[in-house]
Structure formats: C-alpha cells, structure tokens
C-alpha cells in the first residue's frame, strides 16, 4: 500500500521560509514524477511545482525563483523549500505521486503566511 506523508508546514511571517517534506513508502519512488499541490479555502486546488523522474522541474509563474523542488530518491522524500513567503502562499500544501495510470496523494500540511 502506496502511502505518502507531507510535514513541515506552520505558521510563519510574510518572508519567511518553510521546507515541506513528502515521505512516501510502499513503492519504487524513484520512477515516479511528483507534484506539489496547494488548495486556499474558497479556491481550486492548483499545481505549484512539479519534478520528473528525471529531475525535470516546473513551477508555477507566482512560484518562480521563490520555491525549489527536490526529490531524494535514497530517502523516498520529495521537498518544497520555500522562501519570501507571501499571504498569498497561505493554504493547505499536497504532494502528488504519479506515474500513469497510477497516482497517489498525501493529506495535506497547513502553510500559513501571516502579513
């Protein structure tokens, strides 16, 4: 059973930074591409970073030069760093494991950006 686990969330001020973690076990992580996800309350969930098997990243316009995605495949563990954190940023943060047809999600870690 496939089961991915997203930490490091919290409350932090406008600028500040956050790492958030997505731990997966039950599968060959290493084959799968990954995506990082936020939803804010009232608004659809939306793509912010995204990082291929491969190490192909892609980010978000809003994101760019701001946020870095990772993977470390020896520790099954996907990363979100993210600095000069804006309120805008503020919303629950999910990581996306994929590799057609098969896709699996976390449950979500709180990031709250205060002004």
């Known amino acids: 059973q496939v089961q991915l686990v997203e930490s490091g969330g919290g409350v932090v001020q406008a600028g500040g930074s956050l790492r958030l973690s997505c731990a997966a076990s039950?599968?060959?992580?290493?084959?799968?591409?990954l995506d990082w996800y936020r939803q804010a309350p009232g608004k659809a969930r939306e793509l912010v970073a995204g990082?291929?098997?491969?190490?192909?990243?892609v980010y978000r316009d809003s994101v760019k030069g701001r946020f870095t995605i990772s993977r470390d495949n020896a520790k099954n563990t996907a990363y979100l760093q993210m600095n000069s954190l804006k309120p805008e940023d503020t919303a629950v943060y999910y990581c996306?494991?994929?590799?057609?047809?098969?896709?699996?999600w976390g449950q979500g870690t709180q990031v709250t950006v205060s002004s």
């Open positions: 996306n494991l994929y590799r057609s047809p098969k896709e699996y």
């Open positions: 039950g599968t060959i992580f290493s084959i799968y591409a």
């Open positions: 990082i291929s098997a491969g190490n192909s990243t």
